[in-house]
């Protein structure tokens, strides 16, 4: 009897020592936040644990959604044994490992392999689960944070069904960070005050993160003066700025984060909007990338101001040297003067266009030689029909122009660039209609 009480007390230790999210982990699909495009009535994974019948699937959306969290409800509500391997660190044999099981007395109703980070498989790994997965061996569930359509292996891909996890609303943040402090309450037998705003400010700054959200309602309950006696601990807003800082930055550098957010910075100078413009900048140099966002202004300046305004090329690149020789957190002005800069401008695509059909040309191999009158050559060969280069040196004229044929015949009469409708543009058309004529 004493052994089963100390084995019991050391089981409640080891609980207690887990992180509270992993205490927390629902296991019940009506107490999982979120998704509910997913779990809400009539939902596609709702009507999938009601049908008993579990097909393979693929979860795709950013950590902390409850991913690992559902395929855990789904092995439980199937009666499934669930093995959960990490493509991080997991191989082949593990796999056929977990295979072994499979009608055995561990797995009388089958086994759901729940493969996380699918994407760090490689090829021949993710072509060695088409076997199991294709004779109903295993029920996979891969999960993943990169866009699966990019990073799972296209035979794999096409016997799973995907579905989309998303970044769970602070709203629906908020039954869960209840349930987490009435947790904490108990683990310390105490009751807490919790300022007002506490709740909606982790809620707002982890980001659409569940996981992280309990994990700062644990550091605020860590972080908080220990009451004394028939006190209550009082959770302040103050302290959950400080636990907060910077959970709501998602931003992995070779994830779909990082390209998404670099899209959305520049589209939004393009779209000429500094609101947006400024956001998304301040999202990427909170993140520590300020080279990327560095690239991101100077292309757009080119590209997408481009003639309207030729001048917005050096004070870009000034204000880019800028900030790269001053570094944060000063560099955020002269890279804030940019970005509004480049989305309040006129805009034109027009050079980009126009290299674009030179560039469709050559590669359908529309090229040609030379014009004669344009090669770098001083004499001419016995072979030469007509001798002499006949090149006409546009000084020499008046307005500092003359007709003559600058591309190769093949494309003698092709236009490429089409002045925009800008007025700096359109100021240099009727400059040249002018002279031209």
Same mark, same amino acid.
């Given at each position: 009897?004493?052994?089963?009480?100390?084995?019991?007390?050391?089981?409640?230790?080891?609980?207690?020592?887990?992180?509270?999210?992993?205490?927390?982990?629902?296991?019940?699909?009506?107490?999982?936040?979120?998704?509910?495009?997913?779990?809400?009535?009539?939902?596609?994974?709702?009507?999938?644990?009601?049908?008993?019948?579990?097909?393979?699937?693929?979860?795709?959306?950013?950590?902390?959604?409850?991913?690992?969290?559902?395929?855990?409800?789904?092995?439980?509500?199937?009666?499934?044994?669930?093995?959960?391997?990490?493509?991080?660190?997991?191989?082949?044999?593990d796999v056929r490992a977990v295979i072994g099981e499979v009608n055995t007395l561990a797995a009388p109703n089958g086994v759901l392999l729940y493969l996380d980070e699918i994407q760090y498989f490689?090829?021949?790994?993710?072509?060695?689960?088409?076997?199991?997965?294709?004779?109903?061996?295993?029920?996979?569930?891969?999960?993943?944070?990169?866009?699966?359509?990019?990073?799972?292996?296209?035979?794999?891909?096409?016997?799973?069904?995907?579905?989309?996890?998303?970044?769970?609303?602070?709203?629906?943040?908020?039954?869960?960070?209840?349930?987490?402090?009435?947790?904490?309450?108990?683990?310390?037998?105490?009751?807490?005050?919790?300022?007002?705003?506490?709740?909606?400010?982790?809620?707002?700054?982890?980001?659409?993160?569940?996981?992280?959200?309990?994990?700062?309602?644990?550091?605020?309950?860590?972080?908080?003066?220990?009451?004394?006696?028939?006190?209550?601990?009082?959770?302040?807003?103050?302290?959950?700025?400080?636990?907060?800082?910077?959970?709501?930055?998602?931003?992995?550098?070779?994830?779909?984060?990082?390209?998404?957010?670099?899209?959305?910075?520049?589209?939004?100078?393009?779209?000429?909007?500094?609101?947006?413009?400024?956001?998304?900048? $301040?999202? #990427? =140099?909170? @993140?520590?990338?300020?080279? /990327?966002?560095?690239?991101? +202004?100077?292309?757009? !300046? *080119?590209?997408?101001?481009?003639?309207?305004?030729?001048?917005?090329?050096?004070?870009?690149?000034?204000?880019?040297?800028?900030?790269?020789?001053?570094?944060?957190?000063?560099?955020?002005?002269?890279?804030?003067? $940019?970005? #509004? =800069?480049? @989305?309040?401008?006129?805009? /034109?695509?027009?050079?980009? +266009?126009?290299?674009? !059909? *030179?560039?469709?040309?050559?590669?359908?191999?529309?090229?040609?030689?030379?014009?004669?009158?344009?090669?770098?050559?001083?004499?001419?060969?016995?072979?030469?029909?007509?001798?002499?280069?006949?090149?006409?040196?546009?000084?020499?004229?008046?307005?500092?122009?003359?007709?003559?044929?600058?591309?190769?015949?093949?494309?003698?009469?092709?236009?490429?660039?089409?002045?925009?409708?800008?007025?700096?543009?359109?100021?240099?058309?009727?400059?040249?209609?002018?002279?031209?004529?």
């Amino acid at each position: 009897m004493c052994y089963t009480v100390a084995t019991f007390f050391r089981e409640c230790e080891k609980i207690m020592a887990q992180p509270l999210a992993q205490r927390m982990r629902p296991t019940s699909i009506d107490d999982v936040v979120g998704q509910k495009h997913l779990i809400g009535e009539n939902a596609p994974l709702r009507n999938v644990i009601r049908s008993g019948h579990l097909p393979n699937m693929i979860f795709y959306g950013p950590s902390g959604t409850g991913k690992t969290t559902l395929a855990q409800i789904l092995a439980a509500a199937t009666n499934r044994r669930l093995h959960i391997l990490n493509g991080t660190n997991a191989s082949i044999a593990d796999v056929r490992a977990v295979i072994g099981e499979v009608n055995t007395l561990a797995a009388p109703n089958g086994v759901l392999l729940y493969l996380d980070e699918i994407q760090y498989f490689n090829k021949k790994q993710q072509q060695a689960l088409l076997e199991y997965i294709e004779n109903g061996t295993i029920t996979l569930i891969a999960a993943t944070t990169e866009n699966p359509y990019f990073y799972i292996y296209s035979a794999v891909l096409s016997r799973c069904t995907v579905f989309e996890f998303k970044y769970v609303k602070p709203e629906e943040v908020l039954p869960a960070l209840e349930r987490g402090f009435d947790e904490m309450a108990a683990q310390f037998g105490e009751e807490f005050e919790i300022e007002d705003g506490v709740l909606m400010h982790i809620a707002r700054g982890c980001g659409g993160d569940v996981r992280k959200a309990l994990n700062s309602v644990e550091l605020c309950v860590l972080s908080s003066a220990i009451p004394s006696d028939n006190e209550k601990r009082f959770i302040s807003l103050e302290i959950a700025r400080a636990v907060t800082q910077k959970t709501a930055i998602r931003y992995d550098r070779e994830g779909d984060e990082h390209y998404d957010l670099l899209s959305a910075f520049q589209k939004s100078m393009r779209g000429s909007d500094p609101n947006a413009a400024v956001h998304y900048l $301040a999202r #990427i =140099l909170e @993140a520590g990338d300020m080279p /990327s966002a560095c690239r991101r +202004l100077m292309v757009c !300046a *080119a590209e997408d101001v481009g003639l309207a305004y030729p001048m917005i090329i050096p004070i870009v690149k000034a204000a880019v040297d800028m900030a790269l020789q001053v570094g944060m957190p000063e560099a955020r002005l002269p890279l804030a003067d $940019a970005a #509004i =800069l480049v @989305a309040t401008s006129p805009k /034109s695509n027009s050079a980009y +266009l126009a290299y674009d !059909a *030179a560039l469709t040309d050559i590669r359908s191999g529309r090229t040609g030689p030379v014009p004669r009158n344009l090669q770098n050559k001083h004499f001419d060969g016995e072979d030469a029909e007509v001798k002499g280069q006949f090149y006409d040196y546009p000084h020499a004229y008046p307005n500092h122009w003359c007709r003559q044929q600058y591309l190769p015949d093949v494309l003698k009469n092709k236009t490429y660039y089409q002045f925009g409708e800008n007025r700096t543009e359109q100021a240099a058309a009727e400059y040249w209609d002018k002279i031209k004529k």
